[in-house]
């Protein structure tokens, strides 16, 4: 019977083997440079596998042969051992991970990529309710943070955004040990950095906002943001949800991990409103609170894409040759997507267009125009994804007469030929708000024509 592992290194061998035969088929084998040649090819491929796996005891066993292999040092510090950190900490190995932070500060790795290791410890002893030794971890990254900062290395952006979460996470640690006054002041704090960035608050920073404001009496906002919180994760859920019904189940696999936070916190949250919520159903509560939430955030969605001008014509040539008018599409809703073939948000919106053509066929023409420089990649590419009938070809002036510059970019027209809604890049919140504004002008035109 084979040991635990050895058929994965055994494989591991293999693929050195692989690497190392066409060196020596070539006669060029010059010693140890190309024996170390062929071992950092095989340590990048197991580091591209460890990426792909979820698998917690896979994963750190692809990184410790990567990290056994890889000649490169930079590689080492940046790549694989936060990679290996996290892998131990999602292991519970927290000495290991430790063990593996020390040696990137002897290696002076970038200091970001060394934060970003040390913020997957105290996460580990956070969720392990490890508080002191995650409260000192998190100084750490704090003060790792403030260097990379002052030294100016990373984006600036970034870091001040790792700064903030890590500010969320230590406030959590402090209400986990007791202390909901501190955590509560250190939070709000947080919430009001956001709200100056205009950022949306992560559901977790709502739920131990509610936590402490419960811990010290203060019912009214604890049920606020309770409330907030529920609606938060929940949304972010079913928008996850109605993604994936969309384009295909094998999609959840991109938002394993944040589905693996989202569910575990609703049923937290659920568990705190029976306490906060007294007198009443919490779960009734809870979902009109919800509601409240959805319509509110659809209509603010809609203001913000909001438009009235009229729709400038065009006359373009589909993949088959024929001409598609916009004079020919009065009477119809429209809705026009501008693409290319490089666009990865494009891709997260075939699906959903494609959906709202079939679903709305003979209401609604959803018309694709590709962008791209060589009309010849956009027909297989078009075919294979499956909408190649609703792909159109630019001209020389449609892309500057709709102000089409990042993409996608999405405009729907009204049935006579006023545009109503445009909104630039893609969000799991877009096909929602596509067919809120379709149905919208729908529903319009039959009062219309009610006597």
């Not at 970001?112 to 410890?121: V, Y």
């Not at 959805?294 to 040759?321: C, I, V």
């Not at 666009?343 to 494609?354: I, N, Q, V």
């Amino acid at each position: 019977m084979n040991r635990p592992g050895t058929s994965m290194c055994a494989t591991a061998l293999c693929r050195f083997c692989r690497a190392l035969l066409p060196l020596l088929l070539a006669g060029e084998l010059g010693g140890h440079c190309l024996w170390a040649q062929a071992a950092q090819s095989t340590a990048d491929g197991l580091l591209d596998k460890a990426a792909q796996v979820s698998d917690p005891d896979q994963k750190l066993q692809l990184l410790r042969q990567a990290a056994a292999l890889s000649k490169d040092p930079r590689q080492q510090a940046s790549e694989i051992e936060p990679a290996l950190a996290a892998a131990y900490v999602r292991a519970g190995r927290f000495a290991d991970a430790a063990a593996v932070i020390v040696q990137m500060r002897i290696e002076r790795a970038p200091l970001p990529r060394l934060a970003e290791a040390q913020r997957a410890l105290a996460l580990g002893y956070a969720k392990a309710r490890r508080y002191p030794e995650a409260l000192e971890q998190i100084n750490a990254v704090l003060a790792t943070l403030d260097s990379a900062i002052a030294a100016k290395e990373g984006s600036a952006s970034n870091l001040q955004q790792s700064l903030l979460q890590t500010k969320e996470l230590k406030g959590e640690v402090m209400l986990g040990s007791g202390d909901a006054k501190t955590a509560l002041e250190l939070l709000l704090a947080c919430q009001e950095q956001r709200k100056q960035k205009q950022q949306e608050a992560p559901p977790s920073l709502a739920f131990n906002l509610a936590r402490a404001a419960s811990q010290l009496g203060r019912n009214v906002d604890a049920r606020q943001q309770l409330a907030e919180a529920y609606a938060l994760a929940l949304h972010r859920v079913r928008a996850i949800e109605f993604h994936a019904e969309a384009a295909g189940p094998a999609v959840l696999d991109q938002f394993a991990g944040e589905l693996d936070e989202l569910r575990p916190l609703l049923r937290a949250i659920e568990q705190e409103a029976q306490i906060v919520v007294a007198g009443a159903d919490s779960g009734q509560w809870l979902e009109a609170q919800f509601a409240q939430f959805e319509k509110r955030k659809l209509s603010d969605g809609m203001a913000k894409a909001s438009l009235h001008m009229p729709a400038p014509a065009f006359n373009l040539r589909t993949l088959t040759g024929t001409r598609v008018r916009l004079a020919d599409l009065k009477g119809k809703v429209v809705l026009l997507n501008f693409w290319d073939i490089s666009c990865k948000p494009c891709r997260a919106e075939y699906p959903h267009l494609k959906k709202i053509q079939d679903d709305l066929s003979g209401q609604v023409a959803v018309l694709m125009v590709s962008l791209d420089a060589d009309g010849a990649q956009v027909a297989p590419f078009a075919q294979k994804s499956g909408f190649a009938s609703m792909v159109l070809l630019k001209d020389g002036s449609v892309q500057q007469q709709y102000g089409v510059e990042p993409i996608p970019h999405n405009f729907i027209i009204d049935q006579a030929g006023i545009i109503r809604f445009g909104e630039v890049g893609f969000t799991l919140d877009s096909p929602q708000l596509f067919r809120a504004e379709i149905n919208h002008l729908l529903e319009h035109e039959r009062s219309q024509e009610t006597p």
